[in-house]
């Protein structure tokens, strides 16, 4: 199958639209040609990847900024990515050409897809930026904070590894920090309230996070580790 076919729809979807604005002829033939050799196998995520030093999963990287940038910044580290939707992959792939980038892969999909077969205590740390809110109420139950999705992705941080969450959604605020505390499994002691307003060290900015500065939301960047 191409790899530009559409993911199915599913009940329990975590996303929206699965592709946006028609792809470059360059982002086409990215997706046709390097897509396929830096993409991770729900079979073997991790496979390829022993040899460097961490491993890192961002789930719905968007545009690819932070991925992007982090792996051009550790280039001893590995970076993993999952993003179902395409045209945020071919961006990725577009970074990953120009910049030569050997220690980032890529799946476009489900991000859940992949954790059977990953591994307890196999990643050193995870980022969830700015996901998608699903602000209406009837549509609460697709966040991908969900009970049961936190202590799945718990038990692939190894202790003393780091969640990363940020989103400028403050109801969204309230309801992941209600299921960390919840679940317990994750330390979170932040000194001041500067702490979760301040971007991360080597923050490079990200058009999502952009955008809502410009529209008056203030993003809160929050560091939680694995117990």
Known sequence: MSALAQIPDTANRLYGRAKGKPLSAYQSGLIETLLPDISVSVDAPLYGLEQFDSRYLEIGFGAAEHILHRASENPRNAYIGAEPFLNGVAKACAGIDRGGLDNIRLYHGDVRDLF?????????GMYILFPDPWPKSRHNKRRIMSKEFITQIHGLIKP?????????????VDWTLTRIDAH?????SPDSKADFLTPYTG???????????REGRIPHYFTFTAQ
């Open 160 to 172: 003393g590894g780091f969640l990363c969450f940020a989103s400028d959604i403050l109801d969204y």
């Open 184 to 188: 317990s499994g994750f330390g979170f």
């Open 203 to 213: 923050w490079p900015g990200t058009r999502y996070q952009k955008k809502a500065t």
């Open 116 to 124: 059977p077969a990953m591994g307890r205590h196999s990643l050193d």
